[in-house]
């Protein structure tokens, strides 16, 4: 758990608050962010039951305020319409009437609402789920771990890049009472879930059950939608302006304001396709459920529903091509046309004026505007056939594109490994899989040895994930080492600088083989190269039922749930290929897998030994982690790769400098600081 304690005295404010938490029952709603403090608070004083207590209330009030919020803006729009005779008296009539009808709505069931405008602090602490962290801490020291498994597992689908909270999980399955059910995501959208669970019943070819799903989670977003759209309608920030000292006319002052309210309902469209701790959305969210839902009806022979969503699907990519030649087979077998779903027709409509506004309220304004692409028409069925595209009776079907994944340029493989004696074992088919590749003899014993030699002299605990010895799994330590380093210890002779050498030529040696072999059209750089060791701990690896290292990408986000793996920050976005090389195989477990982008089923299984090598592309195609280590040490050069120059690892490039000084019988005239990368 990250951060101090809050400070133990209570202000004046906080102690009446205190005592308003007390009471049996309130008249009003309690400001969650009053109820989150003492809940903090009540954590650091390890008053666990009252933290539950708390947090869970101010989760209550967080949703009733959202919910409450939803309910009575559209309700006031909906009373005081602005009707067909309109004038400047008319509009202040009806704005008036509005604001009343909605402060009496929000305080008949908050109280006053000065009361609940929170700091922006701790709106950024629910919004990324900080509370199911206190909240699993607490109920796993009241030992209640069904509880603390739900909560846990809320969080850590906002934030599936916190390695702690994913080991948790996995000790919660395997405990007493927890079961498969209690992990469950407590802040799921009702629209993704049945969206997901639709995708589920459409891969077992459950046609009906997909289709009903499907229709459910189509009600769902449009309800998500008003949502989202009134919760737009709050206060605003006005950029570069203090609001109380604003200037301007009344109409620029509303011009200003409408155009931030409007832009953040044009967002709803990305906000509603983006999954909890993602910036990007998932590709082409809305239309692809008619796209699933006209192949669905196809298969159960209700075809008027099959032409009504391939129409509707077109709405968002007219003319479109393999959903045009659907169109155009189901109007043949039927004999007649279609026409669209009209609450889709009607949400484009609404999303081309608002674009429209837009543009005009940015121009006013002087702020520059760029319209995103929403319906990105890569993201696919991930099934092989749509439906067919004929009536000759032959079932000739159209491919379909699968999921966008992130992949290097062009997927080749299969060139010479330029070094002799290296030997290709397995190649992608062989591994079941793209771009992957494992080579034996890329160095010899002695080479190896001397290795692990050079890696019990210099290695570091935690290094790489910043003084954490056991970043991965509680029962083993994680040792490393850049290559700079190795060169810094070489010189300074508290290590050979033969030794130091070698590791920079290996690892220079598998770089090569890696550009080679895939056929790359450009250079391949270093972006990390690390000199690591997993040791396990004695005494603790008795019934492990976890991974040395979690099943992950490297540089994508995985998304096992969505089957997506998406490629932003935090991720090393710009790496491009991986490879391990392995200095020894004498210890138990240890083996590094691949899997599907579920990250269960197993695809592939590498056992390390002396020179022995895998590589692959760093992006989603290739999930991969490591078995549990429960005995001895494994050692190995973790490499990553990119095709980009820009990222180039700095202290390569600095151990190059330092290479050539000492082949030019130069000395190291200044000192090299080493800066730790994480690694992922």
Request: proline fraction near 4%; charge should be negative.
């Given at each position: 758990?990250d951060g101090k304690p809050?400070?133990a005295?209570l202000?004046?404010?906080l102690?009446?608050?205190?005592?308003?938490l007390c009471?049996?029952a309130?008249?009003?709603l309690?400001?969650y962010d009053?109820l989150?403090d003492?809940?903090v608070?009540?954590?650091y004083d390890s008053?666990?039951?009252?933290?539950a207590?708390a947090m869970e209330?101010?989760?209550?009030?967080?949703a009733?305020?959202?919910r409450t919020?939803v309910r009575?803006?559209p309700?006031c729009q909906d009373?005081?319409?602005f009707d067909g005779?309109?004038?400047d008296l008319r509009?202040?009539d009806?704005?008036l009437?509005?604001?009343?009808?909605l402060?009496?709505?929000?305080?008949?069931?908050?109280?006053?609402?000065s009361r609940?405008k929170v700091?922006?602090?701790v709106?950024q602490?629910f919004?990324?789920?900080?509370?199911?962290?206190?909240?699993?801490?607490?109920y796993q020291?009241?030992k209640?771990?069904?509880k603390?498994?739900?909560?846990a597992?809320?969080y850590?689908?906002a934030?599936?890049e916190?390695v702690?909270?994913?080991?948790?999980?996995e000790?919660?399955?395997?405990?007493?009472?927890?079961?498969?059910?209690?992990?469950v995501?407590r802040e799921?959208?009702?629209?993704q879930?049945?969206?997901?669970d639709a995708?589920k019943?459409y891969?077992?070819?459950?046609?009906e059950?997909a289709?009903?799903l499907?229709e459910?989670?189509?009600?769902?977003y449009?309800?998500?939608?008003?949502?989202?759209?009134?919760?737009?309608?709050?206060p605003?920030?006005?950029?570069d302006?203090d609001?109380?000292r604003?200037?301007y006319s009344l109409?620029?002052v509303?011009s200003d304001h409408?155009t931030?309210?409007?832009?953040c309902e044009h967002?709803?469209?990305r906000d509603l396709a983006?999954?909890p701790?993602?910036?990007?959305?998932m590709?082409n969210?809305?239309?692809?459920?008619?796209d699933?839902?006209?192949f669905a009806y196809?298969?159960?022979?209700?075809?008027?529903?099959?032409l009504?969503?391939?129409?509707?699907?077109?709405?968002?990519?007219?003319?479109?091509?393999?959903?045009t030649e659907?169109?155009?087979?189901?109007?043949?077998v039927?004999?007649?046309?279609g026409?669209?779903?009209?609450d889709?027709a009607?949400?484009?409509?609404r999303?081309?004026?608002?674009?429209?506004?837009l543009?005009?309220?940015?121009?006013?304004?002087g702020?520059?505007?760029?319209?995103?692409?929403?319906w990105?028409?890569t993201g696919?069925?991930n099934?092989?056939?749509?439906i067919?595209?004929?009536t000759?009776?032959?079932?000739?079907?159209?491919p379909?594109?699968?999921?966008k994944?992130a992949a290097p340029?062009?997927l080749?493989?299969?060139?010479?490994?330029?070094?002799?004696?290296?030997?290709l074992?397995q190649n992608?088919?062989?591994l079941?899989?793209?771009?992957?590749?494992?080579?034996d003899?890329?160095m010899?014993e002695?080479?190896?040895?001397?290795l692990?030699?050079l890696a019990q002299?210099?290695?570091m605990?935690?290094?790489?994930?910043?003084g954490?010895?056991?970043?991965?799994t509680?029962?083993?330590?994680?040792?490393?080492a850049t290559?700079?380093?190795?060169?810094q210890?070489?010189?300074e002779?508290?290590?050979?600088m033969k030794?130091a050498?070698?590791?920079?030529?290996?690892?220079?040696?598998a770089?090569?083989?890696?550009e080679?072999?895939f056929?790359l059209?450009?250079t391949?750089h270093?972006s990390?190269?690390?000199?690591?060791?997993?040791?396990a701990?004695t005494?603790q690896?008795?019934?492990?039922n976890?991974l040395?290292?979690?099943?992950?990408?490297?540089?994508c986000?995985?998304?096992?749930?969505?089957?997506?793996?998406?490629k932003?920050?935090?991720?090393?976005?710009y790496?491009d290929?991986?490879?391990?090389?392995y200095?020894?195989?004498?210890f138990?477990?240890?083996?590094?897998i691949?899997t599907?982008i579920?990250?269960?089923t197993?695809t592939a299984?590498v056992?390390?030994k002396?020179g022995?090598?895998v590589?692959?592309s760093?992006g989603?195609e290739?999930?991969?982690?490591v078995?549990?280590v429960?005995s001895g040490q494994?050692c190995?050069?973790a490499?990553?790769?990119?095709l980009d120059?820009l990222f180039r690892e700095l202290?390569?490039l600095?151990?190059d400098?330092?290479?050539?000084?000492l082949?030019?019988q130069?000395v190291?005239?200044?000192?090299?600081?080493?800066?730790?990368?994480d690694?992922?």
């Amino acid at each position: 758990m990250d951060g101090k304690p809050p400070a133990a005295v209570l202000s004046p404010a906080l102690l009446l608050s205190a005592v308003c938490l007390c009471a049996a029952a309130a008249d009003v709603l309690q400001p969650y962010d009053l109820l989150y403090d003492h809940a903090v608070r009540a954590f650091y004083d390890s008053d666990y039951e009252e933290t539950a207590r708390a947090m869970e209330g101010a989760l209550r009030s967080h949703a009733q305020l959202r919910r409450t919020k939803v309910r009575c803006r559209p309700k006031c729009q909906d009373q005081h319409p602005f009707d067909g005779t309109f004038s400047d008296l008319r509009f202040f009539d009806v704005v008036l009437r509005r604001s009343a009808c909605l402060v009496k709505c929000m305080e008949d069931k908050l109280g006053a609402q000065s009361r609940h405008k929170v700091s922006e602090d701790v709106v950024q602490d629910f919004n990324r789920r900080i509370p199911y962290n206190y909240l699993q801490l607490a109920y796993q020291k009241l030992k209640q771990p069904e509880k603390a498994a739900a909560a846990a597992h809320t969080y850590f689908q906002a934030n599936p890049e916190h390695v702690e909270m994913g080991q948790n999980l996995e000790q919660y399955k395997v405990l007493e009472g927890v079961r498969e059910q209690h992990f469950v995501d407590r802040e799921v959208r009702p629209h993704q879930r049945c969206f997901t669970d639709a995708v589920k019943f459409y891969d077992k070819e459950d046609y009906e059950g997909a289709i009903s799903l499907f229709e459910e989670a189509l009600v769902e977003y449009f309800q998500a939608d008003v949502a989202c759209r009134a919760l737009c309608q709050g206060p605003q920030k006005f950029e570069d302006h203090d609001h109380l000292r604003y200037r301007y006319s009344l109409l620029e002052v509303v011009s200003d304001h409408f155009t931030q309210v409007l832009h953040c309902e044009h967002e709803c469209v990305r906000d509603l396709a983006t999954r909890p701790g993602r910036l990007s959305p998932m590709e082409n969210y809305l239309p692809l459920h008619y796209d699933y839902l006209q192949f669905a009806y196809f298969k159960v022979d209700r075809l008027e529903d099959a032409l009504q969503c391939a129409l509707t699907y077109l709405l968002f990519h007219d003319g479109e091509e393999f959903m045009t030649e659907n169109v155009d087979f189901y109007r043949e077998v039927l004999g007649h046309d279609g026409e669209p779903r009209e609450d889709a027709a009607r949400y484009l409509r609404r999303h081309k004026q608002e674009l429209e506004l837009l543009l005009m309220g940015s121009q006013i304004m002087g702020a520059e505007f760029t319209e995103g692409n929403y319906w990105s028409s890569t993201g696919g069925r991930n099934d092989l056939n749509r439906i067919p595209s004929s009536t000759d009776g032959g079932m000739e079907f159209v491919p379909i594109s699968g999921k966008k994944i992130a992949a290097p340029q062009q997927l080749k493989e299969g060139g010479p490994l330029i070094y002799e004696g290296v030997q290709l074992v397995q190649n992608s088919g062989d591994l079941n899989g793209t771009q992957r590749a494992l080579f034996d003899h890329i160095m010899s014993e002695q080479d190896c040895e001397e290795l692990r030699n050079l890696a019990q002299a210099v290695t570091m605990a935690g290094d790489g994930y910043r003084g954490r010895t056991s970043p991965h799994t509680p029962n083993e330590k994680f040792e490393g080492a850049t290559v700079l380093k190795t060169l810094q210890y070489g010189y300074e002779g508290r290590v050979p600088m033969k030794s130091a050498r070698l590791f920079y030529n290996v690892s220079e040696r598998a770089r090569r083989i890696v550009e080679s072999y895939f056929m790359l059209n450009s250079t391949l750089h270093f972006s990390y190269t690390h000199l690591v060791c997993r040791t396990a701990i004695t005494g603790q690896q008795d019934h492990r039922n976890d991974l040395s290292h979690p099943i992950h990408a490297d540089n994508c986000l995985l998304d096992p749930d969505a089957h997506e793996c998406w490629k932003e920050p935090p991720a090393y976005t710009y790496r491009d290929y991986s490879a391990l090389l392995y200095l020894n195989g004498d210890f138990d477990g240890g083996e590094f897998i691949f899997t599907e982008i579920d990250a269960k089923t197993v695809t592939a299984s590498v056992k390390p030994k002396c020179g022995r090598m895998v590589s692959f592309s760093s992006g989603g195609e290739n999930p991969h982690g490591v078995k549990a280590v429960t005995s001895g040490q494994r050692c190995a050069i973790a490499l990553w790769f990119t095709l980009d120059p820009l990222f180039r690892e700095l202290e390569r490039l600095q151990a190059d400098e330092v290479i050539q000084a000492l082949d030019t019988q130069s000395v190291w005239s200044q000192s090299f600081s080493v800066n730790p990368k994480d690694e992922l």
